[in-house]
Each structure stands twice: as C-alpha cells, then as structure tokens.
C-alpha cells in the first residue's frame, strides 16, 4: 500500500505531508515506523505519530493506570480538530495481526483514491478526518514544540 500511494504521490493525486506504518502483532502490542520514503517538507515528526498511537493503543489501559496520562493524549488532539469517534473508529478498525498506513496529506480526493486503489490484492479502509487552516496550524505548533522539547 505504501508503494502504490507513493505512486499516486508521485501522479499528483495526493500530496502526502507525513506517514508512518503501524503493525499490531497477534498479542495486540503496536510496532510503528515513520515511513521516510513519502514524508514531505512539512511532515511532523516522531512526536506526533508516537502521541497518535499511544492514543489508539494504549490510552485504554493508561485510563486505568493514571487517568490524565489517557486525558492528556486525547485532548491534545482534541485541541487540534481531531475528534474521539474518528480515534475511535480508527482503534477498532486495526485489530491484532493487522496493520495501518497513516498519512497526513494535503490535498486528494479520497473517492479518487480509493478508485485508483481499487484493484489493491489486500482489503483495506480508507477512514479519513479533515483539518480546518487553523487546526492544521495548531497541531504543527504542538508538534514543532514536542520535538524541540524532546
């Protein structure tokens, strides 16, 4: 998946700012990896993929550990457009033994997409949120910050 929407990068119908690979192996645990070969200049970095699958992946138990690690997390996305049922959905959507491509991206059409990616040998689902300028402006200060402090 992540070669053929470098092609659709490269054919200009998507405009891929960051990305990053998640697999969760049968026991449920997440591996990720920032998928260097699609990020462009405006990518955000390792902070924001870690904070969005710590989210998916280990808020769960983290609420049950230490209540405002779990809250944190969430409403630092929250604060920038990202709302719980679209972390929800994509939660449940990666069950174990599966994987995720996430991408931040500019500009496609994701009924284009998925049409070009019709003929893909694997199923998958495109399950996509939009940003409005100053969301989108908000999560990259966030991120901007979190790398230079980490």
């Known amino acids: 998946m992540r070669d053929r929407m470098y092609g659709l990068q490269k054919r200009e119908l998507v405009k891929i700012e960051d990305a990053a690979v998640v697999v969760r ?11 260097h070969s699609l990020v462009g200049a405006g990518a955000l970095g390792g902070a924001f993929w870690g904070m969005l699958i710590g ?31 679209f972390i929800d959905e994509v939660r449940d959507a990666i069950e174990p033994g599966n994987s995720a491509l996430f991408l931040l991206a500019r500009e496609g059409n994701t009924d284009r997409i998925k049409e070009e990616l019709s003929d893909f040998e694997y199923d998958f689902e495109i399950i996509d949120t939009n940003l409005d300028p100053e969301d989108e402006r908000n999560l990259r200060e966030t991120f901007a910050a979190e790398e230079v402090a980490g």
């Open 25 to 35: 192996n049968e026991k449920g645990r997440a591996k990720v990896k920032q998928a």
């Open 55 to 85: 989210l998916l992946f280990f808020a769960p138990w983290l609420g049950l550990l230490a209540g405002a690690a779990g809250g944190a997390l969430s409403g630092k996305l929250g604060d920038i457009g990202v709302d719980d049922d």
